[in-house]
């Protein structure tokens, strides 16, 4: 089965940085290469709904941003790796968060999440 594993939260200071990775595997089991997959990071904090922070588009290559991360956040991904990244820059404390990566090719996939914490 297809699985994706976040790693890089933890707690950073406000105006630090850190980068999320996200790895996927299982691909093999529904037959669909991950340069076919449209990747994207989502995050929920506390009472509030999960949101669409950065995805790259499969067939464009385009990227898109949440305007609360635009020029801050930067997603990328190694299709020979299997893997995806959102390098996080100048952090604010509203940006504390579960983070979630997500692979979509008419079903969505998604880790299991990774907390980070942005607090002084």
């Known amino acids: 089965q297809v699985q994706l594993v976040e790693s890089g939260g933890g707690l950073v200071q406000p105006g630090g940085s850190t980068r999320l990775s996200c790895t996927a595997s299982?691909?093999?089991?529904?037959?669909?290469?991950?340069?076919?997959?449209?990747v994207s990071w989502y995050r929920q904090a506390p009472g509030k709904e999960r949101e669409m922070v950065a995805r790259?588009?499969?067939?464009?290559?385009?990227?898109e941003y949440s305007d609360s991360v635009k020029g801050r956040f930067t997603i990328s991904r190694e299709n020979s790796k299997k893997m995806v990244y959102l390098q996080m820059d100048n952090l604010k404390v509203d940006d504390t968060a579960v983070y979630y990566c997500?692979?979509?090719?008419?079903?969505?996939?998604w880790g299991q999440g990774t907390q980070v914490t942005v607090s002084s």
């Open positions: 997500n692979l979509w090719y008419f079903n969505d996939y």
């Open positions: 299982g691909l093999t089991f529904i037959s669909v290469t991950f340069p076919t997959f449209t």
């Open positions: 790259i588009h499969s067939a464009s290559g385009n990227m």
